[in-house]
């Protein structure tokens, strides 16, 4: 049973650019959540999303990012006109259930590098 | 709102060392508490838990215990092993269980 995927593991993008992260939660999980690291922070709630609904957004920045997680495929986060602000680690987590601490898996993250 | 304050690292320790790594939360209520390690490479793995005052969360050597009146949850292994060498995340997830709030992270380093 993979793990969670994320792709691709490094991402540079100059400014302006668009950026899309992937996140394939684990085989029978449901829930998704993206965080997002900082340098030299905690990783920091975006979003939480059920497949084809937004659960939770009240960690996402109000503009140029926006998320998905459709009936089929991986969930996406999309940056648009990327800010070398947005350089950070970001890391995907699923679950088969809301909450379930016990059964949240997290992927090895997606670097994002704004040049 | 919700925060958790760790310890800053990196933390190096020699093999066999005793290993202490300080967290603090603000929360509201009575939060559940966690402990997560990131080996290099990979992502998070829930390390443990607890779930309310007094309790004490173990895995793999290493105990915290939720301590309700000095809000902490400190992470303590006995003796530490090479294959330690991990960044270890300190976290509480509220009542409304929608999201983990995460300390900053503290890198451990074990020396032979």
């Known amino acids: 049973n993979a793990g969670v995927m994320q792709n691709p593991r490094h991402l540079v993008r100059r400014r302006g650019q668009e950026a899309r992260l992937r996140c394939s939660p684990m085989?029978?999980?449901?829930?998704v959540y993206w965080y997002r690291q900082l340098p030299e922070e905690g990783l920091k709630f975006m979003v939480y999303l059920q497949k084809e609904n937004i659960i939770d957004e009240s960690g996402m920045p109000k503009e140029r990012f926006s998320a998905e997680f459709p009936k089929e495929g991986p969930s996406i986060l999309r940056i648009q006109q990327v800010v070398r602000g947005d350089s950070a680690a970001y890391f995907c987590a699923s679950s088969p259930d809301r909450g379930a601490n016990e059964k949240l898996f997290f992927g090895s993250g997606t670097q994002l590098s704004v040049l | 709102g919700n925060s958790v304050t760790q310890m800053e690292g990196p933390v190096t320790l020699s093999e066999e060392a005793f290993l202490t790594i300080n967290c603090t939360y603000t929360?509201?209520?009575?939060?559940?508490l966690f402990w997560y390690v990131q080996y290099p490479g990979e992502g998070l793995q829930l390390l443990l838990k607890a779930t309310k005052a007094d309790d004490k969360g173990s895995n793999k050597g290493f105990e915290a215990t939720y301590r309700k009146e000095t809000t902490s949850f400190h992470l303590e292994k006995g003796s530490v092993q090479v294959s330690d060498s991990a960044v270890y995340f300190c976290a509480l997830r509220d009542n409304a269980g929608n999201m983990l709030t995460f300390g900053g992270g503290t890198r451990l380093m074990v020396k032979p």
């Open positions: 929360a509201t209520g009575y939060p559940s």
């Open positions: 085989k029978g999980h449901s829930h």
